[in-house]
């Protein structure tokens, strides 16, 4: 039996939180194309939207120009496999911020050149030294072992180092990344004496969190180092900020609501998050605006332009912000008492918030197969595996009407860390596709990512 509106009443309460409206995406959604392609490709699959990444990075670039602050944007690889983003950026000339080998290749691969490279992660792998150096990538040194295996490389291929030293922040001492002061100064003089083999092109951090009046104050004591490193006949005229440029997912309304509100009866099982390990789905001031902020407090532009640094960054989950979207399929619904199951074609590997004891929290949106009416109907969602807490959504999402097999899912705004950093292909599913959608001229035609046969 199917539980009706007054049984799924005891839910009236459970807090929605819709994504902020997209009409272009709406519009894609509204056409029949999901159902062709889920049809076609027979497992969830991931939309990509690359013009939101370039209208996202242009973004950035105009309030650098804004602001008079010279400098330049790193997509940050991580956040998300695609080949798109490596097509755009060299395109664009836009640098990539990569951490292994294997992201070094894909963005080379693509036609990123080697000096629009930026290279961070902790100590990095001989191979990746090697590369990077040969390329004449820049790359942020996190340690002091690691200046001596990137010396070595310098002079084993006979090319000079270009590196960043990346600072321990003192407002984040536990950090495990960057030198300390005692270790920086020892880096400096390091530098100076080894001037054939490394050109030190400045600092950077790496910052846990979203706050831009910390990374503000940040920045304004690598433009002092920079300045102190002058001194000592170093290059030091750029540094880099990392990312960390919070994405807004939500309004201020629904996700205050929903924290207020939220508790375990909301959740599958009684499952029960503490308000804190949420990602903030909303932020006041987020994306480019963060980097605004960032530049006004402390007069920090001011600050960059006389001591002539170039303000370095690489966002990203912001670059990615509403460029990218997951559907499922359900693949079977099943009441449970006052809410149903709902289960998809996927798992929740294709969601990896669900994978950090927390919850992706802007509402699904269903795509119903069938035009039909019904009642509003709470339900969690669970992979299609064997696994007890492999649920897309632990929380009972109030839809308009019982899914029903056949009909699709919409995850909104994953292309930042959620749709393929855990994938895996787990129980032998295959990794859902990514769909690039080009909406350019007005129509929107569609392709792979990465053409199975290229
Ligand atoms: C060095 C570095 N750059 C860039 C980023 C990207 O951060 P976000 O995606 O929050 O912008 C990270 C994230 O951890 C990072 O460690």
């Known amino acids: 039996m199917t539980p009706t509106s007054a049984e799924a009443g005891g839910l009236a309460g459970a807090p929605p939180l819709p994504a902020h409206p997209d009409p272009q ?10 159902h062709e392609l889920s049809h076609a490709l027979g497992g969830p699959f991931h939309l990509l939207l690359p013009e939101r990444f370039d209208a996202n990075a242009a973004a950035f670039e105009d309030v650098l120009r804004e602001a008079g602050v010279e400098g330049r944007v790193y997509y940050a690889k991580k956040a998300n496999k695609a080949a798109v983003w490596m097509d755009r950026c060299a395109l664009s000339g836009r640098g990539v911020d990569v951490a292994s080998a294997g992201e070094l290749r894909d963005a080379l691969g693509h036609g990123v050149r080697g000096e629009d490279v930026v290279v961070t992660g902790p100590t990095k792998a001989e191979g990746l030294l090697r590369v990077a150096v040969l390329q004449g990538c820049l790359i942020a040194v996190d340690a002091p072992d690691e200046l001596e295996s990137v010396l070595a490389q310098a002079r084993a291929v006979a090319r000079p180092a270009r590196v960043l030293l990346r600072r321990l922040p003192p407002a984040q ?33 790496h910052l846990s969190g979203y706050d831009p009046l910390l990374r503000a104050e940040s920045a304004g004591e690598l433009v002092e180092l920079c300045l102190k490193a002058r001194v000592m006949g170093l290059r030091a005229d750029r540094i880099s900020i990392g990312g960390g440029f919070a994405v807004d997912y939500t309004d201020a309304e629904h996700w205050e609501r929903f924290l207020r509100e939220q508790r375990p009866e909301h959740y599958h099982a009684g499952k029960s998050f503490a308000s804190g390990d949420f990602y903030p789905y909303h932020s006041p001031v987020a994306g480019p605006d963060a980097l605004r902020t960032v530049l006004a407090a402390d007069g ?7 001591a002539g640094v170039q303000l370095l960054l690489e966002p990203g989950r912001a670059l990615l912000d509403r460029a990218g979207c997951t ?69 009972k999402v109030r839809f ?19 749709m393929d950093s855990n994938e895996s292909p787990f129980h032998e599913l295959p990794l859902p596709p990514k769909i690039v959608l080009d909406t350019a001229g007005g129509t929107t035609r569609w392709r792979l990512d990465r053409h199975p046969l290229a």
């Open 400 to 418: 308009p009407t019982r899914p029903a097999v056949g009909d699709l899912l919409v995850y909104p705004n994953t292309a930042g860390y959620q």
């Open 173 to 205: 001492p536990h950090s495990r990344f960057g030198f300390d002061d005692g270790e920086l100064e020892a880096a400096l003089a390091r530098c100076a004496q080894a001037k054939d083999a490394i050109v030190m092109e400045g600092f950077s951090f």
């Open 300 to 306: 920090l532009a001011g600050r960059l332009r006389e």
């Open 25 to 34: 995406l709406d519009a894609v959604l509204d056409s029949g194309l999901p």
């Open 327 to 395: 559907v499922f399929r359900v693949q079977g619904v099943k009441n449970r008492s006052g809410y149903g199951i709902v289960t998809v074609d996927g798992s929740s590997l294709s969601l990896s918030e669900q994978w950090f004891n927390s919850e992706y929290l802007p509402d699904p949106v269903l795509l119903p197969a069938h035009e039909r009416q019904g009642e509003p109907y709470a339900a969690c969602v669970g992979g299609a595996t064997c696994l007890e807490s492999d649920m897309v959504t632990w929380r």
